[in-house]
C-alpha cells in the first residue's frame, strides 16, 4: 500500500513522519509514503518494534531499493540518488533518431542553452524522463492524443501542473516538427479538453503580522542566506512589488533625484494598455538599498548588466529560487509574496484609504462607474504611505540586517 505526500523542505517531511510515528507507536504498523520522482518512504518497524523511516527507490510497481536512513540523507541528497538509481534503471536510449525519447533529450538540451534555471531543468528532466518511461521508444509519429493523455495522468499524479506539463510535449512534438521527423501532431487539441483533472485552488500565501516579521528575518540570518538575497527580499517588502516584478527592476527604470521607480505596464502582472506605467515612491530605506545593490552591481563583473540585480550571465536577472526555498524552509509556510499581506494589512490597520492602498499594491478597485473615470495614481498620497511603512518595517528588522537599510558610507 502506497500513499502519496507532497513536500517541497525537510521540515515538512518531519512534520509529516512525526504525525506518522505518534499514530503508529507500539502499533507493530507499516506503510510506504511517495514522495514522486520515484523516491517513497518506508516506515516500518525493525526487530525490536522501533521505527527508523527509510529512503527507497520504487519503479511504481514492485520493484524497490533501499537508499539509506531518513535521518542520514537530507531530502535532496535522496531525490539525487533516487534520480542516478532512475536513469540507471531506465535511461538507456538506444533507439531510431526518431524515438520520442531522443527528441525529448533534445528538446531539453535547447532548454539548457538557453539559460534555464537548474532548479526548473531538474524539475523538468525528472518529468521528460517519465515521459520516456511511459511512452517508450516509440517513433514520434505514433505518439498521439490520447497515448499523452493517459501518460500525462499516470506520470504526474497532482493535477496541478498537468496544463504545463502538456505544453512542454507539444514544444518536443513541435521540435519533431521543425526537425523534419513528421509533418504535423494533433495534441494541440488536448490543450482545452474537458478530460484533463482541472487544477486544485492554490493555498493561499501565508500571512505573517509585522511583529513577526523579526522572527522569520532572524530564522534566515541563522540559515546563513546570502546578504543579496537579503537586499532583494527587503527591497520586494519595501516597495510591496510581486516577487517576480521586483527581481526583474531594471537600472534605467529608477530615478534617485526624484525617487520614483517607473515600471512598464508590460512588465507587471496587470498589464491593461489602458493605465499608465506603475509608479513607486521611493521611502528613504528603500531608497538606501538600492544604491547598496548598485554599488554592488558595479564593484561586481556585471556592471554593465541593465539588471538592479543581475544573474550569473550579464543579459540575465538573479533567479530568486533559493530565496523562496528559504523562506519555506524557515519556518514551512512563508513566502515572498506573503510580504505585501502583511503591508497591506499594516495599511488597513493605520487607516490608510482603500484606493491609497491599492494603489500601492498596484490592485484594480472596481467599485461602480466611478473606477472607470478615476485615473490618479494618488502618488502624493502613496508617498507618505511608502514612507510611513518603511519606518514601520525598519523598526521590525532584526539589528544583524539594519545595516542595508542604512546609508551607504563614502568608500576610501
Known sequence: KKMRWYIQS???????????????????????????????????????????PQWIWTDGLNEFQTIGKVSELKYAEALEK???????????????????????????DVKLHQGLSKQRARRLEIFVHGLEREIGLKEVGQVNALLVKRTLVKVRKNP??????????????????????????????????????KPARTRGFKFRPLKEITTVLEHLVAGGLKDLYFHVLL?????????????????EWICEKTKLITIPRSEMKVKDPRLDD??????????NVIKRCLYLREIGSHSKSAYLFPGIRCNRHLCNDPL???????????????????ARSWMAEKGVAVEVAAKCLDHELRIGA??????????????????NWGNAFERAVPDSLKWILKPLEPQA
Open 278 to 287: 506603475f509608479r513607486i515612491p521611493l521611502s528613504t530605506q528603500a531608497l
Open 370 to 387: 466611478d473606477s472607470f473615470y478615476q485615473r490618479s495614481d494618488l502618488l502624493k498620497q502613496r508617498r507618505k504611505v511608502m514612507q
Open 324 to 342: 523562496s526555498r528559504a523562506l519555506r524552509e524557515s519556518d514551512g509556510s512563508s513566502t515572498m509574496h506573503g510580504f505585501r499581506k502583511t
Open 235 to 251: 527591497l520586494q517588502a519595501l516597495l510591496c512589488l510581486r516577487p517576480g516584478e521586483c527581481i526583474k527592476l531594471k537600472v
Open 160 to 197: 496541478y501542473h498537468l496544463r504545463d506539463l502538456l505544453s512542454v510535449v507539444i514544444q518536443i512534438m513541435d521540435l519533431a516538427v521543425e526537425n523534419g521527423l513528421i509533418d504535423r501532431h494533433g495534441l494541440y487539441a488536448l490543450k482545452n479538453s474537458p478530460t484533463l483533472p
Open 82 to 108: 533516487a534520480l542516478d538509481l532512475t536513469f540507471e534503471r531506465f535511461g538507456d536510449l538506444d533507439g531510431s533518431k526518431t524515438a520520442f525519447g531522443v527528441v525529448a533529450e533534445e528538446w531539453l
Open 10 to 52: 525537510d521540515l515538512e517531511l518531519e512534520k509529516h513522519l512525526n504525525k506518522v510515528l505518534t499514530y503508529f507507536k507500539d502499533s507493530g504498523r507499516q506503510d510506504c509514503f511517495e514522495l514522486g520522482d520515484h523516491l517513497a518512504v518506508l516506515v516500518e518497524p525493525d526487530l525490536k518494534g522501533q521505527y527508523s
